[in-house]
């Protein structure tokens, strides 16, 4: 009977842990295609001079990676439960804020011709993404 007792806490416990890394393991393999997006979409919006052909596939291709993150952010707060949800509201929260100070941040630079503002928009928000992803995912390793 004490056996019983004590195994049982121990084995929700490991099947917790379990569905922990299996959340955070299907994040991180969503978010692979949403980088693969936002890199594309930076190689073609990088060229100052484009033709109307290649503004349509960067504006595609943009578009493409503005829907993955969309899906990455419904699918992954399908699987997770309250607790997972609540350390990925937080995380966004602050790639969020991360985002807002690049951007206004290449606003500047932009008005003073330093850098043009296209490139550098798409750089930050590739970078909030990223920031997202390791903020959660290091919140839910320190968790444990």
């Known amino acids: 009977m004490e056996s019983q007792l004590y195994i049982e806490p121990m084995v929700d416990e490991t099947r917790q842990d379990n569905v922990t890394r299996d959340?955070?393991?299907?994040?991180?393999?969503?978010?692979i295609p949403v980088s693969l997006f936002g890199?594309?979409?930076l190689a073609l919006g990088s060229s100052p001079d484009q033709s109307t052909t290649e503004k349509g596939w960067w504006l595609g291709v943009t578009g493409?990676?503005?829907?993955?993150?969309?899906?990455?952010?419904?699918?992954?707060?399908?699987?997770?439960?309250?607790?997972?949800?609540?350390?990925?509201?937080?995380?966004m929260a602050i790639a969020f804020a991360a985002v807002l100070v690049g951007l206004q941040?290449?606003?500047?630079?932009?008005?003073?011709?330093?850098?043009?503002?296209?490139?550098l928009s798409e750089v930050i928000v590739i970078g909030g993404v990223g920031i997202w992803f390791a903020l959660a995912d290091l919140r839910t390793r320190l968790h444990r």
């Open 64 to 91: 493409a990676f503005t829907l993955a993150i969309v899906w990455v952010l419904v699918r992954a707060f399908r699987r997770a439960d309250e607790y997972q949800r609540k350390i990925q509201m937080e995380s």
């Open 105 to 119: 941040t290449a606003v500047l630079l932009d008005a003073t011709d330093v850098v043009a503002l296209r490139t």
């Open 39 to 41: 890199a594309v979409a």
């Open 23 to 31: 959340a955070c393991r299907a994040i991180m393999i969503d978010g």
